[in-house]
């Protein structure tokens, strides 16, 4: 399991837009959907062993954040062909084992992921309710086997800020996690 670093966008950055296929009821969502709501995007997979260590923790703070008012998606850009494992119907079964309330989209072409600047799973993004980035960084600082309890504080630090409609912490600290799974040949330049 090879370790990656998120890239750290800048922060103030837009939220790229995307129309991705929601695997859990088969509509598609886009980020105009949410005109005027704050959006947490995680881009996750299911066989990466950093997600599996947090994903019961990433459902609930994803589902409070949902239930606050904000617009929460999850999306896997793995190249399905080669980790069928992250293809959409053991996602599918992976929202249900998870109580996903939110959407789990599946980036095929893996252009969103490019777009984000998505470099590893977990990785998350929060922007405010005018899609500008406010957060970019870990959920916490527990790793598998690093004996720190999965809490979820930075990233539920962030949510309640933006909720709040203040900055978060400018000490943000890059996730950490297996790299994406790029198609043979579209790797993108930042990887």
Same mark, same amino acid.
């Given at each position: 399991?090879?370790?990656?670093?998120?890239?750290?966008q800048a922060l103030g950055t837009p939220a790229s837009d995307?129309?991705?296929?929601?695997?859990?009821?088969?509509?598609?969502?886009?980020?105009?959907?949410?005109?005027?709501?704050?959006?947490?995007?995680?881009?996750? /997979?299911?066989? /990466?062993?950093?997600?599996?260590?947090?994903?019961?923790?990433?459902?609930?703070?994803?589902?409070?954040?949902?239930?606050?008012?904000?617009?929460?998606?999850?999306?896997?850009?793995?190249?399905?062909?080669?980790?069928?494992?992250?293809?959409?119907?053991?996602?599918?079964?992976?929202?249900?084992?998870? &109580?996903f309330k939110f959407p789990y989209l599946f980036d095929e072409?893996?252009?969103?992921?490019?777009?984000?600047?998505?470099?590893?799973?977990?990785?998350?993004?929060?922007?405010?309710?005018?899609?500008?980035?406010?957060?970019? &960084?870990?959920?916490?600082?527990?790793?598998? &086997?690093?004996?720190?309890?999965?809490? &979820?504080?930075?990233?539920?630090?962030?949510?309640?800020?933006?909720?709040?409609?203040?900055?978060?912490?400018?000490?943000?600290?890059?996730?950490?996690? /297996?790299?994406?799974?790029?198609?043979?040949?579209?790797?993108?330049?930042?990887?």
């Amino acid at each position: 399991m090879a370790a990656v670093n998120s890239t750290m966008q800048a922060l103030g950055t837009p939220a790229s837009d995307f129309s991705l296929n929601n695997v859990i009821d088969n509509e598609v969502v886009s980020l105009k959907d949410f005109k005027a709501k704050p959006v947490l995007v995680m881009f996750i /997979c299911n066989h /990466c062993p950093y997600v599996v260590h947090i994903a019961e923790r990433l459902s609930l703070i994803g589902n409070r954040a949902l239930a606050n008012g904000f617009a929460v998606v999850a999306i896997s850009s793995n190249d399905a062909d080669a980790y069928p494992q992250d293809g959409p119907a053991p996602m599918r079964d992976f929202a249900a084992d998870y &109580g996903f309330k939110f959407p789990y989209l599946f980036d095929e072409s893996q252009a969103v992921a490019k777009a984000y600047g998505a470099a590893c799973t977990p990785d998350f993004f929060v922007f405010d309710a005018a899609h500008k980035l406010q957060y970019r &960084g870990q959920m916490d600082g527990s790793r598998p &086997g690093n004996s720190v309890p999965v809490s &979820g504080d930075d990233l539920s630090a962030a949510l309640d800020a933006v909720a709040s409609q203040k900055n978060p912490s400018a000490q943000q600290i890059a996730s950490i996690g /297996c790299n994406i799974k790029w198609r043979p040949g579209n790797a993108p330049d930042y990887f």
